[in-house]
């Protein structure tokens, strides 16, 4: 199966992409996460990208293009991929599309993370990222067990420098500017569901399964409790 999370900033993709990777067995792809590791290892993508990283804005379409085409015809793609933070603009869409044509595949689903401004900036500016497994905490929802520590791998947790408030506002301006085009595109296809993110991460997390399922079996799913979803 290949889906694609989609949303703003802070929506909570990563975490819901994390559940889904490890309750379907299917990898979890994060441009961001691909992008820092290239800044981090100072590769030549990574130093292209760095400047625009920290400031909040788009990375040229070409660098992040090459990262996903690389990362998807990996071994541990096969079985299928959540695709998360990648496409980001409707350009980046249709080369998508194109590249899983060329693969003979396509997409299955897009699951659009709806949440309100005000929460975006509150859980972006509580989030701490592990410097070391790129996990995601946060200081009042998912605070780690050791102040500072991740849970999972022990590494130092900081604050992005693009999760500081100036640079959230920039992102959500961004996002704003030219990832919206995308609902649109997906919901022309009829391949996007949308999910309020305004309510708590487990019942998130039971929509997220329950849309992941019934595509998985074909099915058409009615709209209830916090999820509004779009069946086009
Ligand atoms: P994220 O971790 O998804 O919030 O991404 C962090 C930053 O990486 C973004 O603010 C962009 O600078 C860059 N980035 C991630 N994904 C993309 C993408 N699909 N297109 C362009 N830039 C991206």
Redesign the pocket.
């Known amino acids: 199966m290949r889906v694609v999370f989609l949303g703003p900033?802070g929506a909570g993709k990563g975490t819901q992409a994390d559940a889904v990777s490890k309750d379907k067995k299917i990898s979890h792809i994060?441009?961001?996460?691909l992008?820092r590791e290239a800044v981090e290892s100072s590769t030549e993508t990574g130093i292209k990208?760095k400047c625009?990283?920290e400031k909040?804005?788009?990375?040229p379409?070409q660098l992040?293009v090459e990262i996903i085409k690389d990362r998807i015809v990996k071994e541990d793609c096969k079985s299928g991929y959540i695709l998360?933070?990648?496409?980001?603009?409707l350009s980046?869409a249709k080369v998508l599309d194109e590249m899983l044509k060329k693969l003979g595949n396509k997409l299955d689903l897009v699951i659009y993370f709806s949440v309100s401004e005000e929460s975006v900036v509150l859980r972006l500016s509580g989030r701490r990222t592990c410097a070391n497994c790129g996990a995601n905490y946060h200081i009042r929802y998912v605070p780690s067990s050791k102040d500072g520590i991740c849970d999972k791998c022990g590494g130092k947790l900081y604050q992005r420098a693009?999760d500081k408030p100036e640079t959230v506002l920039e992102?959500l301006r961004v996002y704003h500017e030219q990832t919206e085009d995308l609902i649109a595109y997906y919901k022309k296809k009829g391949i996007l569901k949308e999910i309020s993110c305004d309510a708590d991460i487990d019942a998130i997390t039971k929509e997220v399964s329950d849309v992941i399922n019934c595509t998985l079996q074909r099915k058409p799913l009615i709209s209830r409790g916090v999820a509004r979803v779009d069946s086009l």
């Not at 909040?56 to 990375?59: D, K, N, Q, R, S």
């Open positions: 900033p994060s441009s961001g996460n992008l990208a625009y990283i909040g804005l788009l990375v379409d992040v998360d933070g990648f496409p980001r603009t980046q693009d992102r």
